[in-house]
Nanobody, 124 residues
């Protein structure tokens, strides 16, 4: 059974930082792109960041570029999202995801594996 399990969410003040982690089990994702999405209440799920299978290429939503960093450790089958300079607009449930293949995408429909999500709340 393939599972993606996120951790690291919580409550933080504006300007603070959080590091989200996603642990994969049931299969290796070392040949897959990986991504992070988020969904705020009443809003559609939106792309946050993606990373290529090797980690050599990364992609970010404009709203987080320069503040968030996605990384992966294929030996540990994990992917992380370092979030700095957080603002209240970042409040959402954050999801780890993976597509079938190695192509990075900003489109959520490309991704077939999803975690259960972790809540991030940024207070002003």
């Amino acid at each position: 059974q393939v599972q993606l399990v996120e951790s690291g969410g919580g409550l933080v003040q504006a300007g603070g930082s959080l590091r989200l982690s996603c642990a994969a089990s049931g299969r290796t994702f070392s040949s897959n792109a990986m991504g992070w999405f988020r969904q705020a209440p009443g809003k559609e799920r939106q792309f946050v960041a993606a990373i290529s299978w090797s980690g050599s290429s990364t992609y970010y939503a404009d709203s987080v570029k320069g503040r968030f960093t996605i990384s992966r450790d294929n030996a540990k089958n994990t992917v992380s999202l370092q979030m700095n300079h957080l603002n209240p607009q970042a409040t959402a449930v954050y999801y780890c995801s993976a597509p079938h293949g190695s192509m990075c995408s900003r489109i959520s429909g490309i991704y077939v594996y999803w975690g259960q999500g972790t809540q991030v709340t940024v207070s002003s």
